[in-house]
């Protein structure tokens, strides 16, 4: 099946820094999805991107399908960002579960 | 917003009994699923639910396992005699389709099963 890798798999910020977060994947995708897991295990739908760019806020995130890859964006970083970041593939071609990467843990300190 | 709901949030059970493991997909969704996350590792992939039958399932999902799709609702997961190992969050998630292009899974706020 695919392969879903996520870097760094940890990470420390101070507040107010800016921080890329990596998605690489191992075969063609028809689907990818970023996550943010909250203190509570909360799964928050951030991107479905399986191709180009989007941003909401001080979030963007941008999926080079050809590549194999994607990449978060999170710009002047606040505590509440805290947190597991998960990116999750759908194998084109295949049926529609998704492949879920180990997790980026985010600490912000203040 | 439509949002998937689950129920109940937390769950404490001995080992060896029944639990039931309820969701509220989005209403016009089509797909469903049910993922699992033990705690401090990934989200794996349990079974997938299209037009009332399984369309794909894990290796996990073993004859313990089965899911139905009660009434126009509620979708449902349920184990059987659940083991330890059976600990962990449980998410429900739907998408309107099932591959191709605005397959977006949508998911819930999870179930936490503690077998004690």
């Known amino acids: 099946g695919i392969q879903v890798e996520q870097s760094p798999p940890d990470l420390i910020l101070q507040e107010g820094a800016n921080s890329t977060l990596r998605c690489n994947f191992s075969d063609s995708v028809n689907n990818l999805q970023w996550f943010h897991q909250n203190p509570w295990g909360q799964l928050i739908n951030l991107f479905y991107i399986p191709s180009g760019t989007k941003q909401n806020g001080r979030l963007s995130a941008t999926t080079v399908a050809t590549e194999r890859y994607s990449l978060l964006y999170i710009s002047s970083s606040q505590t509440t960002d805290s947190g597991v970041y998960f990116c999750?593939?759908?194998?084109?071609?295949?049926?529609?579960?998704?492949?879920f990467g180990k997790g980026i843990t985010l600490s912000v300190r203040p | 917003e439509p949002e998937v709901t689950q129920t109940p949030s937390h769950q404490v059970t001995q080992m060896g009994q029944e639990v039931i493991l309820r969701c509220v997909p989005i209403s016009n969704h089509l797909y469903f699923y049910w993922y699992r996350q033990i705690l401090g590792q990934k989200v794996e992939f349990l079974v997938s639910f299209y037009n009332n039958e399984i369309s794909e399932k894990s290796e996990i999902f073993d004859d313990q396992f089965s899911v139905e799709r009660p009434d126009g609702s509620n979708f449902t997961l349920k184990i059987r005699s659940t083991k330890l190992e059976d600990s962990a969050m449980y998410f429900c998630?739907?998408?309107?389709?099932?591959?191709?292009?605005?397959?977006?899974?949508?998911f819930g706020p999870g179930t936490r099963l503690t077998v004690l």
């Open positions: 999750a593939v759908g194998e084109t071609g295949a049926n529609s579960k998704l492949t």
């Open positions: 998630a739907s998408s309107e389709i099932g591959g191709g292009k605005y397959n977006e899974q949508f």
